[in-house]
């Protein structure tokens, strides 16, 4: 492993299952530390939610998030404790980049915690339960799709809105807009169309009132330039400033995430290794579409960990 050309990525929203972190905790006092302050510094027991569910609300969206940053952000801290290699680069796809802003110091990961939890719930909140949702068009080009949600906006408002892979976009926006568009995409020959199960249209236009409310939070914390290069989803570029960051976030709720164009600026900069931190491998198979050729790792529970930690040894 070539340390100089690895970068970090962190999982968002969907990654998230009853029971992840609890190795990790149970073995490691890094990752026991990381729940202890999360629970604290939110004045509630997200590591028993993360540990013991119920399912059900765990995927609540007010919770996911801050579980998932405070269970890969427990990865991560093992991970340096044990010797991880400083990345080239990180990133993160959605709430991930919350992690990856950690992982790079911009802000603490207390402020980090807090955030992503009113996230959470200022996004929940932009759009009545019931009214938006998401759905992943599988098999077309992102341009197409683009093009299948401006003709289906005479209905209502749909975008596409996580850029993932080739032949994976996800789209979102009200039912009606949804509905146009999955008609369109099976009519211009899309492998599938896949209802998502979450309870909002995140990064459409929708979540623009998401979007503000958060900002007044972002202005109120501490946010310093990244000691790590970070690519932004919002721009698919790196961002230098902790200025730059906060637009960043701001953007990224009712914004495109740009995570295909995120992979291959890293590749393009001689990135060849990257390593997914946190629960499940969902970026592990986004970007072997992006980049067959990419070696890629995973970390996310005793194995996984004790498995690279034992090929960086191999390979001095």
Same mark, same amino acid.
């Given at each position: 492993m070539n340390t100089m050309n690895t970068a970090f990525v962190f999982p968002g929203q969907g990654a998230q299952y009853v029971g992840m972190g609890r190795e990790l905790y149970l073995n490691y006092p890094e990752a026991a530390s990381i729940f202890k302050r999360a629970d604290e510094a939110l004045g509630l027991a997200i590591s028993r939610l993360c540990f013991e569910g119920p399912e059900e609300e765990l995927q609540k969206t007010a919770v996911t998030q801050p579980a998932v940053l405070t269970t890969s952000t427990a990865c991560l801290e093992v991970f340096k404790k044990e010797g991880a290699p400083v990345p080239s680069a990180v990133a993160g796809h959605s709430l991930g980049e919350y992690t990856a802003l950690v992982a790079a110091g911009s802000f603490t990961f207390e402020d980090a915690v807090r955030l992503v939890r009113k996230r959470g719930q200022y996004m929940q909140e932009a759009v009545p339960l019931g009214t938006g949702g998401m759905a992943a068009v599988m098999g077309l080009p992102a341009e197409e799709v683009i093009e299948i949600c401006r003709r289906a906006s005479v209905a209502g408002t749909v975008e596409a809105v996580n850029l993932n892979c080739p032949g994976q976009v996800v789209v979102a926006g009200d039912l009606d807009g949804l &509905?146009?568009?999955? =008609? /369109?995409? @099976?009519? =211009?020959? =899309?492998?599938?169309?896949?209802?998502?199960?979450?309870?909002?249209?995140?990064? %459409?236009? /929708?979540?623009?009132?998401? @979007?503000?409310? /958060?900002?007044?939070?972002?202005? %109120?914390?501490?946010?310093? &330039?990244?000691?790590?290069?970070?690519?932004? &989803?919002?721009?698919?570029?790196?961002?230098?400033? @902790? %200025? @730059?960051?906060?637009?960043? /976030?701001?953007r990224q709720v009712y914004s495109p995430v740009r995570w295909e164009e995120s992979i291959r600026l890293l590749i393009a900069k001689g990135i060849n290794t990257f390593i997914e931190i946190g629960p499940g491998k969902v970026l592990s198979g986004l970007i072997k579409k992006i980049c067959r050729a990419a070696t890629i790792y995973h970390i996310e529970d005793k194995k996984s960990l004790e498995k690279i930690l034992a090929l960086m040894k191999e390979v001095g």
């Open positions: &509905n146009a568009a999955g =008609a /369109l995409a @099976g009519k =211009a020959g =899309a492998r599938r169309f896949v209802p998502l199960p979450v309870s909002a249209p995140f990064h %459409s236009r /929708l979540m623009k009132p998401a @979007g503000e409310r /958060l900002a007044g939070d972002l202005e %109120s914390i501490s946010i310093t &330039n990244p000691g790590i290069p970070v690519v932004t &989803n919002v721009d698919a570029d790196f961002v230098h400033t @902790g %200025s @730059g960051v906060r637009d960043a /976030l701001i």
